[in-house]
């Protein structure tokens, strides 16, 4: 993995069945949550269906039939993202000797991130900012939570804090308070990013 990942937005990519070489790609990965006497056949169909969902960005009650059942296709992309699929995967995009195949689905895989953000919330969210990849984001990351400058304005607060418990308020700096508040505001994220804002 990059030591100091460039932060980028991947190009956009219309959706397409996988290819072979895609597909073997990534099989590794879905191996481990296929689960015994599951044919592999029905593992890439399932694949080619979520990655049409998140393309499209659209509800899954709109995906074609020729994919299956939608709730199926939607049970099984919780159940990759419950097992920490796509973390895996951005992981494995962020390598520099991530296979050529593999980077071909970056688009794909970072439109399934920004979709599995309900299911793994701060995890997902973290770790993409972390690698650079801002596709993976379901807004602009400064109206996103951030965790690690969480951790930074607390280590800067808590010393203040405890100072002035110790010493009595005098000993905290003026506009302390104020800043503070605007620091942890910033730190949580907007409540909601408006749609246009979120990427395409």
């Known amino acids: 993995m990059h030591p100091h990942p460039r932060r980028h937005y991947t190009l956009p990519r219309r959706w397409q069945p996988l290819t072979d070489a895609e597909w073997d790609a990534l099989l590794p990965f879905v191996l481990v949550q296929n689960g015994p006497g599951r044919p592999l056949k029905d593992a890439r169909r399932r694949m080619d269906a979520i990655f049409w969902v998140a393309a499209a960005d659209c509800p899954w009650r709109d995906l074609p039939t020729r994919f299956g059942k939608p709730d199926t296709a939607s049970r099984h992309f919780r159940r990759l993202a419950n097992a ?14 991530a296979p050529p195949a593999l980077r071909a689905l970056e688009n794909w895989a970072c439109a399934a991130c920004r979709r599995a953000t309900r299911l793994r919330g701060m995890r997902i969210i973290t770790l993409a900012r972390r690698l650079g ?24 607060i808590v010393p203040i804090v405890k100072d002035a418990a110790e010493r009595g308020l005098r000993a905290v700096p003026r506009g302390f308070f104020r800043e503070a ?16 804002l979120q990427p395409a």
């Open 84 to 97: 920490g699929l796509w973390e895996r995967l951005l992981r494995a995009l962020a390598r520099a000797d």
């Open 133 to 156: 990849f801002l596709s993976a984001l379901k807004g602009p990351p400064r109206m996103l939570p951030d965790a690690d400058l969480s951790e930074r304005v607390h280590r800067w």
């Open 181 to 196: 508040r605007r620091w942890l505001t910033l730190c949580a994220g907007r409540a909601r990013v408006p749609r246009f």
